[in-house]
Every structure is written in structure tokens, then in C-alpha cells.
């Protein structure tokens, strides 16, 4: 049987999994979980260069994934919990058609005793 139902990636959702798919960005993104990081905190981490890390922060937060502010002559990178909105709600449609196929296999099974 095949249906014809349209994929529920956005292209919001597909960007976040494009953009977590480096596997740099990703740690950096995970280390920004922690606390909010200067570049330079977050390059010390890294086997990469400082300016290699503004490139990879750069693309983060073009995704929305991230945010930055300025303190003194340095800028503060944090998570921007809005930006996985996308990919959050791509998810959740998994949990619900799994929890909805749950409750039909459930009803059918109480149907057969």
C-alpha cells in the first residue's frame, strides 16, 4: 500500500539536521549546552583554529541555533532554545503517530480477547 502523503521535514527542520550534521558544530552546539562561551573559551576546546570555530558559529547562528552579545571586545555565544523549534516539532510528529499506532494496535488487541 502506498500513501501519497507529503514529507513533514520542513525546510526549517532539514536545515538543523544539515547544519547539526557536522560533526564540530554539533560539539561546539553541545558545549554551548553547558554555559554560554566566547570563541576564544570555545576554541581552546577545539583541534581547530579560533577563526575556524567563527565560521562554524557563523553557520549556527544563520541556522538560529545560536545567539551572540557582545561583552567588552569579546562576543558571548549561547543557545537560542527557539531555533530547535523546527526540529522539535518534526519530532513530536513522530511521538504522535507512534503513540497514535500504539493505541490502535492496543484497541485491537482488547477487539480480539
Known amino acids: 500500500m502506498t500513501t501519497n502523503r507529503k514529507s513533514s521535514l520542513t525546510n526549517a527542520a532539514g536545515e538543523i539536521f544539515g547544519v547539526l550534521s557536522d560533526p564540530t558544530r ?17 576554541a581552546r576546546a577545539m583541534p581547530i583554529s579560533r577563526p575556524a570555530v567563527s565560521q562554524h558559529l557563523k553557520v549556527l547562528k544563520n541556522a538560529g541555533l545560536v545567539s551572540d552579545v557582545a561583552i567588552a571586545n569579546r562576543r558571548v555565544y549561547s543557545l537560542n532554545p527557539a531555533g530547535l523549534s523546527p526540529l522539535r516539532d518534526y519530532l513530536d510528529g513522530f511521538w504522535n503517530i507512534a503513540l497514535a499506532n500504539y493505541a490502535t494496535a492496543a484497541r485491537k488487541r482488547r477487539a480480539k480477547r
Do not use: M
Open 26 to 42: 554539533r560539539t561546539i552546539f553541545e558545549s554551548l549546552r553547558e554555559s554560554p562561551k566566547a570563541v576564544v573559551e570555545l
